[in-house]
Each structure stands twice: as structure tokens, then as C-alpha cells.
């Protein structure tokens, strides 16, 4: 059969189209609120990580403070066990306070003193003789000590404060006023005023033994380290007791006190500050015992 052309052709099914769901309107509250929240978790977790820093960082400082103060304890017990060692071997004093002056006699000549003079060596050799009656720990001076890593640093620091020291207060210069020639003037004329007049030895010693405590004083790493009333006698005692010959070659000009100072009197505040030790009795009131 032919095709037919009056006959009704049925039109195709055309598909539905999908419904396109419209996404809902923003609320403009709830944008806050959610932007609101969102700044307050973010401020909480940087409060909570500065909180947590700040915790570790008061950690470490209370850990570096408690190791600083066990480092500073060791030191402190290896002092004292090292100044009771010397006060029990007198022949380990004797070799301790030979090196201690050798080493303040190089310090000293870096400076321009003559420590090949007499002068100087008899009194170096004042010094070390002290050290063969004994010598004895120092209780207040370990305690008042000023935090040094060990002697050794100790020494290297001090002698250099020392010898500047002795320069700037004991050794006279042009200027009239100057505090180093007024001291070593003072000094001076204090000792020929009592070796003229024939006086007690104890004032001498004591009057002496102020000045130069007072100007030992004025150096950096002098003055705290010790207390001042135990350095006085310490230095009291060296001046009432030094070979008069050695007081009479230096002391009888205020040139010579700078190398009393230096050959003398320096290696035992050394010795006091650094080692907590001096010479035995040292550290009592000075008792004139020569007739």
C-alpha cells in the first residue's frame, strides 16, 4: 500500500523540561552572624596560641633561671671547696699565691711598672711569704662574690681593673688634684710622719689600711665582691705586719706607694675576690704583736 498523504501523522513527544530550583535569597543577617562567629573563632585560636606561647616562653625563662641559679650554686661550692683546699695544703697555698704573683707582676708591667725593681721583688716576695704561715677561707667573702664563671676569669678581669686602679688612685701625676696623687701623697706622708715621730704601729696600720680600702673601693670589681670591713683588716693586717724594710723602700714617696700597692696589697684583694682566701688571721682586727 502507497503512502497516504491525508492521513494524520502523530506529532513526536516533545520531553518536559526540568524545573530549575532557584536558589534561596542570602539573608544579610545571617551573613553577619556567621561572619560575626567566623572573627571570634579565629580571635579565640590566636588568643589561645599567644596564651600557649606565652606559657612556653615563661617555661624557658623560669628553666634558663633555675639552671643560671644551679650553675651559679656549683660554682659557688666549687669555690669554697677549692679556698678550703688551699687553707688545708700550705705548700699548694705557697704554689697557688707564687702563681698568682707572677701573673699580677705581668698585668703590672703591661702598665709601666719596673717589676724587675727590688722594690717590687721584695715585695712579691712579702706576699708569697704571708702564704707560708697559711692561709684561710673566707666566709663573707664567698657569700658577697661577685657572679664570675670561675677564678681563672675571675683573675684575668680583676687584674686588669687593678692595675688600671692602681694607676688612677695610688700613683701621683703632674696634676695636684688628681685623685692618685692626692692618695699616694696622703699615704706617703702618713707613713713618714709615723716613722718620725716614733708611733704606735697599730695606728699607722689602721690609719694606712682605710686609705687604701677606700681607694680599693673606687675600683670596678673591688667594691661589692667584698665586704669592706673585712677587706680593711685583710689590708690592716698585711701593713702592720710587712717587713718594715719593704714599707720603708716604698712608702717613704708617694712614687713608691703605686708599687706597694702592686707588689702587695694587689695580689691579696685578688686572691680574696677570686679565691675567697688570705692570709691567716688576716681577716680579724689587726692586733699590733712586734715589740
Not at 497516504?4 to 516533545?14: G, W
Not at 686588669?160 to 701621683?172: E, I, N, R
Request: glycine content about 6%; some cysteine; hydrophobic content about 45%.
Amino acid at each position: 500500500m502507497g503512502w497516504n498523504p491525508f492521513k494524520k501523522v502523530k506529532p513526536p513527544k516533545i520531553p518536559s523540561i526540568p524545573k530549575i530550583p532557584m536558589p534561596p535569597m542570602p539573608d544579610p543577617a545571617q551573613i553577619a552572624r556567621d561572619a560575626a562567629k567566623a572573627a571570634e573563632d579565629a580571635a579565640n585560636a590566636a588568643a589561645k596560641e599567644a596564651a600557649k606561647q606565652a606559657k612556653a616562653a615563661e617555661k624557658a625563662a623560669n628553666d634558663a633561671a633555675k639552671a643560671a641559679e644551679k650553675a651559679a650554686k656549683d660554682a659557688q661550692k666549687a669555690a669554697v671547696k677549692a679556698a678550703n683546699d688551699l687553707a688545708k695544703n700550705t705548700q699548694k697555698a705557697v704554689e697557688n699565691t707564687t702563681a698568682i704573683v707572677a701573673k699580677n707582676a705581668e698585668s703590672y708591667a703591661h702598665q709601666g711598672f719596673d717589676v724587675t725593681s727590688d722594690a717590687w721583688k721584695e715585695g712579691s716576695a712579702q706576699t708569697i711569704a704571708w702564704s707560708e704561715e697559711g692561709v684561710e677561707f673566707v666566709k663573707e667573702a664567698a657569700e658577697d662574690a661577685a657572679a664570675w664563671a670561675d677564678a681563672n676569669m675571675c683573675y684575668i678581669g680583676l687584674n686588669m681593673a687593678l692595675t688600671s686602679g692602681c694607676v688612677a688612685y695610688f700613683t701621683p701625676k703632674p696634676a695636684p688634684g688628681d685623685p692618685g696623687t692626692v692618695t699616694s701623697g696622703a699615704i706617703s706622708a702618713t707613713y713618714l710622719g709615723w716613722l718620725a715621730t716614733k708611733g704606735a704601729n697599730t695606728a699607722m696600720a689602721m690609719t694606712l689600711g682605710q686609705l687604701i680600702t677606700d681607694g680599693m673601693f673606687l675600683i670596678p670589681g673591688v667594691k661589692g665582691a667584698v665586704p669592706k670591713k673585712t677587706m680593711q683588716n685583710v689590708i690592716t693586717n698585711a701593713i702592720g705586719t710587712c717587713n718594715p724594710a719593704v714599707l720603708s723602700v716604698s712608702l717613704a714617696t708617694p712614687a713608691g706607694v703605686g708599687i706597694f700597692i702592686g707588689s702587695v696589697i694587689s695580689p691579696i684583694v685578688a686572691q680574696l675576690v677570686c679565691e675567697n682566701v688570705a692570709p691567716k688571721g688576716f681577716t680579724k682586727a689587726y692586733k699590733d704583736t712586734k715589740k
